[in-house]
């Protein structure tokens, strides 16, 4: 029991290292992204742009109505963090893990473990 004991404790310390080494490339988000897969809110199909100064803007087509929303995000480890404007009004900071990010594709996890899979637009 004992030595069982001691295997989790380890496994929990090395994994809360490795996760808390975990380093996104900042510059690889950059650019335009399309949902294409969802769990959570985001609606598929939305495009959404990171530019080089921190700031985003999403376009939403939903029915036919189009919308478009303009924020500020930043990426802290493996943390994005985005704030969205919308009618004005800035909305509450939203802030999800990047589980996995390369030069195609993005899929993010947020505060209720559901994923969201990004493609890089060309």
């Known amino acids: 029991m004992k030595k069982f004991v001691a295997s989790l404790v380890t496994l929990v310390v090395f994994a809360g290292f490795a996760a808390a080494e975990t380093k996104i490339d900042a510059a ?5 992204w399309e949902v294409t ?38 990426v802290d480890g493996a943390k994005l963090t985005v ?19 390369t030069d195609e594709e993005m899929v993010t996890i947020d505060k209720d473990k559901k994923e969201t899979t990004f493609k890089k637009k060309k």
């Open 37 to 74: 897969k969802t769990d959570g809110e985001a609606p598929k199909g939305a495009i959404v742009e990171f530019l080089k100064d921190g700031k985003l803007a999403i376009a939403i087509d939903l029915n036919g109505k189009k919308f478009e929303l303009g924020g500020t995000y930043k």
């Open 28 to 32: 690889k988000i950059v650019g335009k």
């Open 83 to 101: 704030k969205i404007s919308v009618d004005g009004k800035e909305q509450p900071e939203d802030t999800d893990t990047i589980k996995s990010l």
